[in-house]
């Protein structure tokens, strides 16, 4: 899937390859005060919703996400989503969750949650722009004390 960015570059949406794994470490450390190691990166390798975006030939951003049986009524879940700091604004994360909420679709999946950190207002507003809404927070989710709230969108 290619799209283009608002300023007209071109970003492809891929799934991810074990040589994208050091760039993809890199734009987590720059972007989360706990970030994931590099080894739960490399297990989700092969799974259809771990993508990045691409441009040229850098990765400048991620979306890690899967589907859960829940009973006849399967579950999406973005685990974790980042773009590079320098791109952040560009189109890139939208053209992530786009990509990513088609694969959970085609996956089965009627729903899909997420957890974002209250004081993300970037994240939050574009995950309202995807038709996400807030069901509730979770108090000191985080290592560090702060509350995620848990969002939910439809796929149906």
Do not use: C
């Amino acid at each position: 899937m290619t799209v283009s960015a608002p300023e007209g570059d071109d970003v492809v949406v891929r799934q991810a390859e074990r040589a994208d794994l050091l760039a993809i470490l890199r734009i987590e450390k720059a972007s989360f005060p706990q970030p994931w190691p590099y080894d739960a990166f490399e297990g989700f390798l092969g799974e259809r919703g771990f993508l990045v975006a691409i441009e040229d030939d850098q990765v400048v951003g991620y979306v890690v996400s899967d589907v859960t049986p829940n009973h006849g009524r399967d579950i999406g879940h973005v685990k974790d989503i980042a773009v590079h700091p320098e791109r952040r604004g560009d189109g890139v994360g939208s053209a992530l969750l786009a990509h990513s909420l088609s694969v959970l679709a085609a996956q089965g999946a009627t729903s899909v949650k997420l957890e974002v950190r209250e004081g993300n207002a970037g994240a939050r507003r574009l995950y309202r722009d995807f038709g996400f809404e807030g069901l509730r927070r979770i108090p000191g989710y985080y290592d560090d004390g702060e509350d995620a709230i848990i969002m939910v969108r439809s796929l149906e």
